[in-house]
């Protein structure tokens, strides 16, 4: 059995390993330890309430509702522009109708007809958008049902300035890139398939890719069906009695 100053010395050794002297240990009770873990809590939910108050009562611009409103507008826009272009109704070449070698389809002409403005495509990104500030929603409520510009007037923080002009014309002008690239293949499908139904010798064809070009474009929109300016020169531009 140890003596009382044996133990004296195990316990001391005991303290000396230990972090900081037993009375620093001992001296802290158990609600001053549950005051030091509470009290980072409540700084951390103080300052997340503080925030939220200030989110609610921020402005359209702080909470960039003008980004979302003006979207909402631009897309409804852009869908009627490709609603009005035919384009949702060729999903596939074999959408469109054909009479012997040559396409044969009024709405596959109106297609071709109205993407010539892609052609264009700063001219039409910058109609798009002002169509998009004056449109005016057909449902919902409140500032859901006024335009862009009334919006403004309402909350003149949400204004377009220059970088967010810019914002607005970069994404109009993304829809009009995959717009021009599916018209741009439907084309692509139909010369093909106007090549392989025409029979060898036929006046269209010729050994110069840009002259036969020259000479397939000429006869498909003499028919109503302008190839887009990237089709139709992609090979260059003709020379010589072919044309």
């Not at 925030?51 to 852009?78: C, E, F, I, N, T």
């Not at 335009?147 to 109009?172: C, G, K, Q, T």
């Amino acid at each position: 059995m140890a003596k009382p100053g044996q133990e004296r010395a195990q316990i001391r050794r005991i303290q000396e390993r230990a972090k900081g002297r037993p009375e620093s240990v001992f001296a802290v009770s158990p609600n001053d330890v549950l005051v030091q873990i509470a009290l980072p809590l409540v700084l951390i939910l103080a300052i997340a309430t503080r925030l939220l108050m200030a989110s609610s009562q921020s402005g359209p611009s702080v909470m960039d509702l003008w980004k979302q409103y003006l979207l909402m507008r631009m897309d409804a826009v852009s869908g009627e522009w490709e609603r009005d272009s035919g384009l949702p109704e060729f999903v596939s070449f074999d959408r469109i109708q054909w009479e012997g070698a040559w396409p044969a389809d009024a709405r596959f002409s109106d297609l071709c007809t109205r993407a010539q403005e892609l052609t264009h495509s700063s001219s039409l990104t910058s109609n798009l958008l002002e169509r998009s500030l004056a449109y005016v929603p057909e449902a919902g409520e409140g500032d859901l049902v006024l335009s862009y510009h009334e919006l403004v007037e309402h909350y003149p923080e949400m204004a377009l300035d220059e970088e967010r002009r810019e914002f607005a014309l970069n994404h109009l002008e993304q829809r009009c890139r995959k717009w021009h690239a599916r018209v741009e293949n439907l084309q692509w499908e139909v010369v093909g398939q106007c090549v392989a139904l025409l029979p060898a010798g036929d006046e269209h064809l010729d050994k110069n890719l840009a002259t036969q070009m020259a000479l397939l474009s000429r006869e498909l929109e003499g028919r109503g069906v302008p190839l887009l300016p990237s089709v139709r020169e992609e090979y260059g531009t003709a020379t010589g009695e072919g044309q």
